[in-house]
Every structure is written in structure tokens, then in C-alpha cells.
């Protein structure tokens, strides 16, 4: 089933380096607490963005990784900036003062005439990844400034960083992994390990989050140093997770896997109060309280704060969503839901604003280092009790009116091409071959749909994610950052969510005119039919996906919704 993506875009390096530099120059004008501490992790993440790219840029040009001047200045740069992370953390966000002048003159060096293909880092906008933990770990390691550190490019160029700082090592090198995604290699040039090769008593730290489905990245660079006669016992790895590889990994990459030492920490070991004060103190501080109590409700288990009966609980996804917990304080509930880290978390912190000026969402107290907090309303759900059809579909179109107007952007998303090929695909895994050719067909004989104005689109118009007032308003819940998620979709044209609000809500013919005309824009009916079986059958892969990992009862529970966008496929091809 195709349901994951990655949006990557072309950007002006300069222009990244600007930004950069404003963010670094206004490190001094910041007192001593969370918020400095925050401004220099996001400082770390934009600069490691911007670094990333120009290496990337660099072998796309030679077809393997070399040592450039270019590349080890910027590692110079993302050692540096990770000793003022650490400086702060281990200081215990008391840290005050301007950047060094000597650094922000290293920025300024970096040459930076080219166009880069960039984007936000997947642990860092989705998986509550924190660089900090990186630090942690690597101090508790027992490596020592005698490392070779690896960076797995994109993210583990600047987590390499982090390593090297904490271990007093030389600023790292990097390597892009390449091929199949299950089973990718190394093109380096040999020069690339310089003189590590000759030191017996070198380790090699390899630096990257995941691994992932098949551990494959991690485990090229353990075949690539093995093939410069490195020995298995002299290479450390250095993951986000201590999970391991998951199915998609063959017998050979989880044994070199667990043959290397492996050293992981995790979000509470740094964040636990014992150095620096941890997510609590950062929300009692946004509240201005000192009693606020936290509940983790990652992995669904948010639905045991639903007023309805477990038996009428939606379906969950675990790993498809943000961590996130349940703050109280002086009676109040609050939610905290990581929204990311740098420039990622407050685009999302802005559209949770605009959602609550407008009337269509829950309150947002602010954000603190990547989480982002809302007041928690309890109300009924509009799958257990809603208004009247044609008030809802009214509500539907003031709302989806609202996000074409408002939230327009330049921000990528799957192309038409793109989401048909994945609709086809998803069809035939679950329906199989004759009513994919059916679906192609049908999309062949579609007018080509004309061009589309990009928004940030909702994305999850379910009806369990609606609340109703007891007066019968609605609120609209979770509706800030799906379209910066980490699936095929990402912003799509105003129709992705009209085709999604007609599977949804079960909307007749009429119902959808009234609905478009109530949007008050303009509207591509075409796309708006082109959209409905790429919905379903994006859908059909979401909820495929999510059963085969849920327990019994959330099993259930995904296997009717794909039952249901089975029949919603099958329906709309005449079968």
C-alpha cells in the first residue's frame, strides 16, 4: 500500500542562510529559560537543513561523497552550535548572552550560490525527535574525542554533530545512502575516512534516527566501513530508538545490526528535571501555574478522555500519530501534541491561531519546544450526535471556505500523476487486478483537471473528529498540521478536502452542490471527482496499514473503515 511521502523542495541556499543568520543574531536579545534554549535547538535544526543541502548538492554533482572544504566548514559550524545546545541544557537553561562573533563569521562564509533540495527533517517535524537526547547519549557511551563520527545524511549530518560535541571528537563526516530503499549503499570517495583507517584504536560512531523499516541506511554504512577494514566490534551506532529494524529488514542487516554496540536516549532521560527542567515546567511556565500534572495519551490512548463508551471509540493509528499528553491544572485539561521543532512547529502554532480567531478550533495556549498546547474541550462527537444535515453542510463549507482563503500556500504535495498511480496501486493490493485496470481506465476518461491553488488542507474530515456543543455548534478538531504530515498527500487544492467531506458525510449530489456553493470560491468540480477515489483509496491504505499492528479491538475497528472505503471504490467504478 502506498500511504508514506516525503515532501522535498528546491530552495535558494542563500536565502536558507539568512534566515540562519537572523535566527543566530537574535540568540543575544533572549533571556535565560526555554525559550533561548528553544531558539538555539532551532537555530541548530534550520542551520543542519541548510548544511545538509549543500552536501547533497556536492554529490549530486561528483555521484559520491567527498571531504570539501565547503563540507567540513559546515561541520565545523554544527559542532559549535551543538556545544551551546549542550552549554545549556547542562546549564540548566540559565545560559545567557550573544553567539560568538567567530561563528557567525563561519556562517557567513559558507559558500552558497547554488539552489539546494531541502526540507523539514521527519524526526524533528513528526516523531518528537530532540537533538538534546543525542547528547545523552553520546556522554554515556564511554566513547571518547578518539571517534570517527558518521553522520547518515539528511538528518544525521547535524545528530552527528551532536555526537562529536559531547564526545570532544572531530567534527564528522557524512555520507549519503543510495538504491533501493531496502537496500541501499554507499558511494564515497576513499579519501572520505582520511587517516581513521590507520588507527587501531579508533571507534566509528555511526549517527542517524530510525532505523526504519529495514534498517538498510545504517546497515550500508556498516558494510562500507567493514569493506576499509574496520572491525564489526570498533562500530558503535547511535539510533533514535533501541527497537531495532522493523519487517522489511533481511536476516543479514538485523545480525550486522546487533552486532554493533548501540547507545540510545530517549525524550524523558534528558527531560526528566534532574539537569534541566523538563516538559512540565515548560508548560507551567506558559500557564504561569506550578501544578500542572501530566498524562502521556500517545497511540490512541487519548480516546480514554472521549465521553463515549469504548465500544463507540474511533480507530487509531499509533504510529502514525504525533506524541502527544494530557495537561491539568487548577481543573483545566489542556493538550499537548508535539507539532515539531523549529520553523515547523510555529507555522503550526500560527494556524492553530488563525483556527481559533475564526471560531472553527480549540484555543492554542502556545508552543514549548516542539509541543504545542490547546485547551481540551469536552463535547460529544459528531459520529455519536450533530446537528441537522443542512446546518452541518453549512458549517462544512463556511469552514473549508475559510482554509481556501486563508491558508493558501506555496508548500508541496503529491501531484495528479502521483496520487492516481497511488489510488491504482492501493486498489489492486485490496481488490485486486481487474478493478485496478477498471480504476486506470476511469482515470483516463477524466477531464484533465485544471490548475489547482494550494492549501493547507484539513485532510481529516472523519466525523469522530468534529465536536458538537451542547447548542449544536462545532468545533473542528486536529486540524493544523495533516497536511504536513508524513504521508503521500501534503497540500493539495481546497477539493482534497470536498471530495474527503463527501466520503465522510455520505453527501448525496445535491448536498455537495449545496456544500460548494456554501464555500463561497471558486471550485474545480472536476478535480473535486478526480480527488474522490484517490481519497478512498489513500484512505484504504491508511486503515490496511494501521490493522497490522492494532490490537484486537482497534483491529476491528480499522478493518471496517477499510471495509467501508473498499465499498466506497467499489461503488464509484459501477461494480
Known amino acids: 500500500m502506498i500511504v508514506f511521502g516525503d515532501h522535498k523542495g528546491t530552495h535558494g541556499a542563500e ?59 559546515g561541520s565545523e559550524i554544527l559542532v559549535e552550535l551543538s556545544r551551546e545546545v549542550l552549554r545549556s541544557w547542562q546549564q540548566g537553561f540559565t545560559r545567557t548572552g550573544a553567539l560568538d562573533a567567530s561563528l557567525l563569521a563561519k556562517l557567513a562564509a559558507i559558500d552558497c550560490g ?120 570498533r562500530i558503535h551506532l547511535f539510533p ?22 548501540s547507545h540510545v536516549a530517549g525524550f524523558e532521560d534528558v527531560f526528566d528535571g534532574a539537569v534541566a527542567p523538563g516538559l512540565r515546567d515548560w508548560l507551567g511556565h506558559l500557564l504561569g501555574k506550578a501544578d500542572v500534572e501530566l498524562q502521556e495519551i500517545s497511540g490512541g490512548a487519548w480516546r480514554d478522555y472521549l465521553s463515549v463508551p469504548t465500544g463507540a ?53 502556545g508552543l514549548c519546544h516542539g509541543f504545542l498546547m490547546e485547551r481540551w474541550i469536552d463535547a460529544g462527537r459528531l459520529d455519536r450526535e450533530g446537528p441537522a444535515r443542512d446546518l452541518l453542510i453549512e458549517w462544512l463549507g463556511r469552514y473549508l471556505g475559510w482554509r481556501a482563503a486563508r491558508l493558501q500556500t506555496e508548500e508541496a504535495g503529491a501531484s495528479l500523476d502521483q496520487l492516481a498511480r497511488m489510488a491504482v496501486q492501493n486498489c489492486e493490493e485490496a481488490l485486486g487486478e481487474r478493478f ?46 495533516h497536511c504536513r504530515s508524513h504521508d503521500l498527500i501534503g497540500c493539495q487544492g481546497i477539493e482534497w478536502d470536498i471530495a474527503g467531506a463527501r466520503v465522510e458525510h455520505d453527501l448525496s449530489a445535491a448536498e455537495l452542490s449545496k456544500l460548494v456553493v456554501c464555500i463561497e470560491t471558486s471550485i474545480d468540480r472536476d478535480l473535486v471527482d478526480y480527488f474522490e477515489p484517490c481519497y478512498l483509496a489513500f484512505q484504504l491504505g491508511l486503515w490496511t496499514i494501521a490493522r497490522q499492528s492494532a490490537d484486537d479491538e482497534d483491529r476491528m475497528r480499522s478493518t471496517r473503515a477499510v471495509e467501508r472505503y473498499k465499498t466506497g471504490l467499489v461503488r464509484l467504478l459501477g461494480f
Open 114 to 233: 547554488s539552489a539546494i533540495t531541502t526540507g523539514p527533517a521527519e524526526g524533528y517535524a513528526l516523531y518528537a525527535l530532540y537533538p538534546e537526547t543525542y547528547l545523552l547519549a553520546a556522554l554515556q557511551s564511554g566513547l571518547d574525542a578518539n571517534t570517527c563520527v558518521i553522520g547518515i545524511r539528511s538528518i544525521g549530518l547535524g545528530l552527528a554533530a551532536m555526537v562529536a560535541a559531547a564526545l570532544h571528537a572531530p567534527p564528522p563526516i557524512s555520507v549519503r545512502p543510495i538504491g533501493h530503499p531496502f537496500s541501499r549503499h554507499i558511494s564515497a570517495a576513499p579519501e572520505l575516512l582520511g587517516s581513521w583507517r590507520d588507527r587501531p584504536q579508533a571507534r566509528f560512531a555511526i549517527v542517524d534516527e530510525g532505523p526504519g523499516l529495514s534498517g538498510s541506511s545504517f546497515h550500508a554504512v556498516i558494510v562500507w566501513l567493514r569493506r576499509q577494514g574496520i572491525d564489526q566490534q
Open 313 to 365: 471509540w474511533p480507530p487509531a493509528f499509533p504510529a502514525f500519530e504525533r506524541r502527544k499528553f494530557m495537561a491539568t491544572s487548577g481543573g483545566e485539561r489542556w493538550l499537548v501534541k508535539f507539532a515539531g521543532l523549529g520553523e515547523t512547529g510555529r507555522r503550526k502554532l500560527g494556524t492553530a491561531k488563525a483556527l481559533h480567531e475564526a471560531g472553527f478550533g480549540a484555543q492554542p495556549a
Open 15 to 73: 536565502q536558507l542562510r539568512q534566515a540562519v543568520l537572523a535566527e543566530a543574531g537574535a540568540i543575544g536579545d533572549l533571556p535565560p529559560g526555554i525559550e533561548r534554549h528553544a531558539a538555539l535547538v532551532d537555530l541548530f535544526v534550520t542551520a543542519s537543513e541548510l548544511l545538509q543541502g549543500l552536501a547533497d548538492a556536492e554529490f549530486d554533482i561528483t555521484g559520491a561523497d567527498r571531504s570539501s572544504s565547503r563540507q567540513k566548514l
Open 436 to 481: 485496478a485496470l477498471a480504476l486506470q481506465s476511469w482515470f483516463a476518461c477524466q477531464p484533465s483537471p485544471g490548475p489547482r491553488r494550494r492549501v493547507e488542507i484539513d485532510g481529516r474530515l472523519h466525523a469522530w473528529e468534529f465536536l458538537v456543543s451542547p447548542h449544536g455548534s462545532l468545533l473542528k478538531t486536529d486540524a493544523f498540521d
Open 240 to 261: 533514535s530508538h533501541r527497537g531495532g529494524p522493523s519487517a522489511q529488514a533481511d536476516a543479514a542487516t538485523v545480525a550486522a545490526l546487533s552486532q554493533c554496540q
